[in-house]
């Protein structure tokens, strides 16, 4: 069976939702993980210091720290491949005499990419805010010991 360059394009096509309901999640993660961040940087940065227990905090640490860099990373290159994917039917509609289609690609272009960089920017600010005070948190407890 040879290669077909019409089903490649139908499969990617068909990725394009999937895509974008994914950083839709994304977004809404990002704002929750916001709004845990702002609990711990109020509440949890104390009782971690309290704990005293140096090897907790660093795993929770790690932890919390690979979620963030993940939400930096992913979403925006999910965003830029749910840019990309709209496209090349857009481009294809405008060859047909159709600018309406490539207006509409380029839209759902557009908020993909608006979509990714959110995601991608809370989870940034996220991990170097978090990073700062795991430092501080871990410096504090070593120093006790």
């Given at each position: 069976m040879p290669f077909d360059l019409d089903n490649l394009h139908h499969a990617i096509t068909w990725l394009l939702k999937p895509v974008i309901i994914i950083l839709v999640i994304s977004v809404i993660i990002a704002v929750l993980e916001a709004g845990l961040t702002l609990g711990e940087r109020l509440f949890g940065l104390r009782q971690m210091r309290a704990s005293g227990n140096i090897d907790a905090v660093t795993k929770l640490a790690r932890h919390r720290l690979e979620r963030a860099d993940l939400l930096s990373r992913i979403p925006p290159m999910l965003g830029l491949m749910a840019t990309i994917i709209p496209l090349g039917p857009g481009l294809a509609a405008l060859g047909q005499g159709d600018p309406a289609q490539l207006a509409k690609a380029v839209t759902t272009a557009?908020?993909?990419?608006?979509?990714?960089?959110?995601?991608?920017i809370i989870g940034l600010v996220i991990g170097k805010l978090r990073r700062r005070w795991y430092e501080d948190v871990l410096e504090g407890l070593e120093a006790r010991s």
């Amino acid at each position: 069976m040879p290669f077909d360059l019409d089903n490649l394009h139908h499969a990617i096509t068909w990725l394009l939702k999937p895509v974008i309901i994914i950083l839709v999640i994304s977004v809404i993660i990002a704002v929750l993980e916001a709004g845990l961040t702002l609990g711990e940087r109020l509440f949890g940065l104390r009782q971690m210091r309290a704990s005293g227990n140096i090897d907790a905090v660093t795993k929770l640490a790690r932890h919390r720290l690979e979620r963030a860099d993940l939400l930096s990373r992913i979403p925006p290159m999910l965003g830029l491949m749910a840019t990309i994917i709209p496209l090349g039917p857009g481009l294809a509609a405008l060859g047909q005499g159709d600018p309406a289609q490539l207006a509409k690609a380029v839209t759902t272009a557009f908020d993909a990419t608006v979509l990714g960089l959110i995601a991608g920017i809370i989870g940034l600010v996220i991990g170097k805010l978090r990073r700062r005070w795991y430092e501080d948190v871990l410096e504090g407890l070593e120093a006790r010991s």
